[in-house]
C-alpha cells in the first residue's frame, strides 16, 4: 500500500530555513513523479515543486524559486524539499504528493496527483 508522511514542519523565524521530510514506502520513488504542494486557510491547495526522475523535470514554482530545493534519497526512499530564506507569506501546510503519470501542465494541480501525505504545519514568524 503507498504511503507518504511529511514531517520537519515548525515555527520558523523570517529568514530562516526549514528542510521537510516525506516518507515513501509501498512504492518506487524512481516510478512516479513526487510532488510538494501547501495550503493556506481559505485558499486552494498550491503546487510549488515536482520531480521526476522518468522525465527528468524538476519544476519551481515563482513563489519559491530559489529559495526551495526538491530533492530525492532512493536508498531512504525519502523526498525533501529545502527551504531557505523563509518568509512569513510562506506559513502554510505543506503536503507531499505521488503519481505515476506526469503533469500535463504547470503549476502542478491537486488533481494530477492520486496519493497524499497527511501534511505537516510551518509557520514563518518573529
Known amino acids: 500500500q503507498l504511503q507518504l508522511v511529511e514531517s520537519g514542519g515548525e515555527l520558523v523565524q523570517p529568514g530562516g530555513s526549514l528542510r521537510l521530510s516525506c516518507a515513501a514506502s509501498g512504492f518506487n520513488l524512481d516510478d512516479y513523479t513526487i510532488g510538494w504542494f501547501r495550503q493556506v486557510p481559505g485558499k486552494e491547495r498550491e503546487g510549488i515543486s515536482c520531480?521526476?526522475?522518468?522525465?527528468?523535470?524538476?519544476y519551481y514554482a515563482d513563489s519559491v524559486e530559489g529559495r526551495f530545493t526538491i530533492s530525492r534519497d532512493n536508498a531512504e526512499n525519502r523526498v525533501y524539499l529545502q527551504m531557505n530564506s523563509l518568509k512569513p507569506e510562506d506559513t502554510a501546510v505543506y503536503y507531499c504528493?505521488?503519481?505515476?503519470?506526469?503533469?500535463?501542465?504547470?503549476?502542478?494541480?491537486?488533481?494530477?496527483?492520486?496519493?497524499w501525505g497527511q501534511g505537516t504545519q510551518v509557520t514563518v514568524s518573529s
Open positions: 520531480t521526476s526522475t522518468k522525465s527528468g523535470m524538476t
Open positions: 504528493a505521488a503519481d505515476p503519470r506526469f503533469p500535463q501542465r504547470y503549476p502542478p494541480r491537486v488533481a494530477d496527483f492520486a496519493s
